[in-house]
């Protein structure tokens, strides 16, 4: 038995598991009453803005494929790519190791446009480093301009650290860009090799990849109770480290795992509200896209066998 192919399934299941009992000690005092009256409260702005920062989120995910697209010189149809970038992102998301189904999804999509396995491998690899590289770029700012925002985990004040890691980070981006800038060699790994991406499409990457956090962090911002509320710079930095947290534990969706750490980061706030908020965010975020993923995915391979390719 090949113990590495169930290895990171485990460990997702055991993080939902650990989770959800952590969760449950945090809000074994609140009812299923308590969270609808905290949705309930939300006002119909916040509901539309809400919405509006999944729609933005969304397509700022789709431009991720188009960089990668521009950065091994493939065409590919503006609304192909678009369609094929949620539906793996939405499916992603919800199944967890983003990475590898996302590799998957996009094989058998891309294929149908000519695009050979080692184009899918690069794309999926740029796209994974525009997504980090964001994180990074982000997180820096963050860390380097609210310092508290550590204090909200560590529970003691680490300021001078917060901005020296947030330097590091920034100091990773500049990197970056520069080897960009000095046309470094071709990163080789057998056969296959992945070119650094030119200027253009770093400027590209450093911008369309943190509105995609920003607007991901302002969905649940928009549905947080102005009582209380940080304001949105700490909800993003907050946003940032649950996200990270989640993706790290390949638990499905985050599940559990999200919600925990992001109680923690706002637990000077009414949970019930914050809980309502995270729930608004797994409804624009995940539930939704994952429903009409679904239905693009059964279209699309009702086309492909209609064509005699399925």
């Excluded at 939300?42 to 494929?65: E, K």
């Excluded at 950065?71 to 983003?98: D, E, P, R």
């Excluded at 094989?107 to 964001?134: E, H, K, M, N, P």
């Excluded at 989640?246 to 999200?258: D, E, N, R, Y």
Aim: with cysteine; glycine share 10%; net charge neutral.
């Amino acid at each position: 038995m090949n113990w590495r192919r169930y290895f990171w399934p485990v460990v997702g299941i055991a993080a939902v598991i650990f989770s959800l009992l952590l969760l449950w000690h945090e809000l074994r005092g609140i009812s299923l009453d308590d969270v609808w009256a905290g949705i309930v409260a939300i006002p119909t702005r916040g509901w539309v803005l809400a919405a509006l920062s999944s729609v933005i989120a969304y397509a700022s995910l789709a431009g991720y494929d188009h960089i990668a697209l521009l950065h091994i010189g493939k065409k590919v149809s503006w609304l192909f790519v678009t369609l094929c970038s949620f539906t793996t992102y939405a499916l992603s998301h919800n199944i967890g190791g983003s990475v590898f189904s996302g590799a998957v999804i996009r094989y058998r999509a891309y294929g149908t446009r000519g695009l050979t396995g080692q184009d899918v491998g690069i794309l999926v690899a740029i796209c994974w480093i525009t997504f980090v590289l964001s994180t990074i770029l982000v997180s820096g700012l963050v860390l380097v301009l609210e310092p508290e925002i550590i204090d909200r985990f560590s529970g003691a004040p680490h300021h001078g650290l917060a901005i020296a890691a947030g330097l590091a980070m920034l100091i990773l981006v500049a990197a970056y860009v520069f080897g960009s800038w000095l046309h470094l060699k071709p990163l080789k790994i057998g056969g296959f090799q992945l070119h650094y991406p030119a200027l253009p499409i770093v400027a590209r990457q450093l911008l369309i990849g943190p509105i995609e956090l920003l607007a991901a962090a302002a969905i649940i911002f928009f549905a947080l109770p102005v009582s209380g509320n940080p304001g949105y710079f700490v909800v993003l930095g907050v946003f940032l480290v649950s996200f990270s947290i989640a993706q790290i534990s390949h638990a499905p969706g985050g599940l559990g795992v999200f919600e925990v750490v992001f109680l923690a980061g706002l637990s000077d706030m009414d949970p019930v509200g914050v809980l309502a908020a995270l729930l608004v965010f797994r409804l624009f975020y995940l539930i939704i896209p994952l429903l009409i993923a679904l239905g693009v995915v059964l279209f699309f391979e009702r086309l492909q066998f209609g064509r005699g390719e399925g």
